[in-house]
């Protein structure tokens, strides 16, 4: 039996007083309504059918062509706003599931579980519902004497005995297409002057049609989202369910309370990931890594064996067995290369840190090409902006810049060349030289060892 779905996205959503369409608010890394419609793919196979109105075409550029749209000119209700879906998939499945896009928390398994219900029946139509003690403005959900689901009273017009009920109706359905396509016309209309999809309970049941049902055990799925309270409780479910989700797979999380993982994230086993560390957008963090405390990792590669230590990355590489921090900052196109190291209070932006090479504190590299085991010292800079443009600086394998060395590109420091504290580089530096001086200028061309070495 083939299955299609309709995800309702037309709403305003006023009461996130927002410019922003409820649906694209961010949870986890990524908007509301792509949640729904990753769900909804995974569950029939095909592109859902995305129901817009408000804002329609900011919603359509997010989601793009991982979706069918049927627009929604006027909101009225629920059962209006599937109607409009009808010209898209008449005679083209047997079962519709309609799912909302502000319910990003639903899970496939729930939805499998509706679906296969529903084919089992071959009732009309089949609900999912809640046992939950705040009612959250969900309908009620009333029963016959013999447990069979006799209608939905929405949470308005219910009497204070119906009230008092706690099975609740999600929202949710899975519908025998043929029977919903003929009886959406049906639908009464509200006092209010709207169509509301709940009411083909009631239809169903005048027609001697059994309506089924599924009970979703976890409530926190069926967080639908109106305002931003409610986004910060679907946040807060949402991270539970994320970190244990990688705990189960081997990592490490000291204290998942006040650690974030968004949804995009990817992290390898014998991982341990400290306290308030962040890990953002599509981050990827290998094996056997130590990440934080304190740390904002946001769309980096982060290799395996690597230590981030109260750092911030961002756009950035760190090849395995590389560390940096505490306190340091990786900025876009930065990349630290296997074994290298980059210590407190150091900042990259665009550059590359060679293989074994040794970056020390307070120090900046920009647009900076740094070769293998090279010794970064105390305090240097590259200075890479003219004014006008930026500039590149490449300094060669086994250089030694020398402690508050300002390098001031463009600059090509060469293989095992060395530059004397305090030096304001301004001219290329042959192969194994040694400059010194402000401005610097070469002072001895044979190799030698120059004391105190910055990075110890």
């Not at 410019?19 to 792509?34: D, F, N, S, W, Y």
């Not at 962040?278 to 064996?305: A, E, N």
Request: aromatic share 4%; with cysteine.
């Amino acid at each position: 039996m083939r299955l299609v779905s309709v995800i309702l996205a037309a709403g305003q959503g006023t009461r996130m007083k927002s410019t922003t369409p409820k649906v694209l608010h961010r949870l986890a890394g990524q908007p509301l309504i792509l949640y729904s419609v990753q769900t909804a793919t995974a569950i029939s196979g095909e592109l859902p059918v995305v129901v817009i109105g408000h804002a329609g075409d900011q919603v359509k550029a997010v989601v793009g062509d991982r979706a069918r749209y049927a627009l929604q000119k006027e909101q009225l209700g629920t059962g209006h706003a599937v109607m409009q879906a009808r010209d898209l998939l008449l005679g083209q499945a047997d079962l519709v599931l309609v799912t909302y896009a502000d319910m990003p928390l639903l899970t496939e398994a729930t939805l499998q579980a509706l679906v296969a219900r529903h084919r089992e029946s071959q009732g009309a139509m089949t609900i999912v519902t809640v046992i939950a003690q705040d009612p959250r403005g969900f309908g009620r959900v009333l029963r016959d004497a013999a447990g069979r689901v006799r209608i939905v009273v929405e949470e308005a017009v219910a009497t204070a005995e119906e009230l008092r009920i706690r099975e609740l109706n999600a929202g949710v359905y899975c519908f025998d297409a043929d029977w919903l396509w003929a009886n959406l016309p049906h639908i009464p209309i509200s006092p209010k002057g709207e169509y509301y999809l709940p009411d083909l309970v009631a239809i169903a049941v005048e027609q001697g049609s059994q309506v089924n049902s599924v009970l979703c055990e976890d409530e926190n799925e069926l967080l639908g989202i109106n305002t931003r309270v409610h986004l910060a409780e679907a946040e807060a479910a949402l991270r539970t369910r994320i970190t244990r989700y990688w705990m189960e797979a081997g990592v490490t999380i000291t204290d998942p309370a006040i650690t974030y993982i968004e949804s995009a994230v990817t992290i390898g086993q014998d991982t341990t990931i400290w306290p308030n560390t962040h890990l953002l957008g599509h981050t990827k963090i290998g094996t056997g890594c130590s990440i934080g405390p304190g740390s904002l990792i946001q769309d980096c590669v982060i290799g395996d064996q690597c230590v981030v230590q109260m750092s911030v990355l961002e756009d950035a590489v760190m090849e395995d067995n590389s560390r940096i921090g505490p306190f340091g900052h990786l900025r876009k196109g930065s990349r630290v290369c296997q074994g290298a190291h980059m210590g407190n209070f150091g900042e990259m932006k665009n550059s590359t840190l060679g293989p074994g090479s040794k970056m020390g504190h307070f120090s900046y590299l920009g647009d900076t090409q740094a070769g293998s085991n090279v010794n970064i010292g105390a305090g240097a800079i590259t200075c890479n902006f003219d004014g006008e443009r930026k500039q590149t600086t490449i300094i060669e394998d086994d250089a030694f810049i020398g402690s508050d060395s300002i390098l001031v590109a463009p600059l090509h420091i060469g293989r095992g060349a060395k530059t004397g504290a305090g030096s304001v580089v301004t001219h290329d530096v042959p192969d194994g030289a040694l400059v010194m001086g402000v401005p610097a200028r070469v002072r001895q061309t044979s190799h030698h060892t120059l004391r105190g070495r910055s990075e110890e």
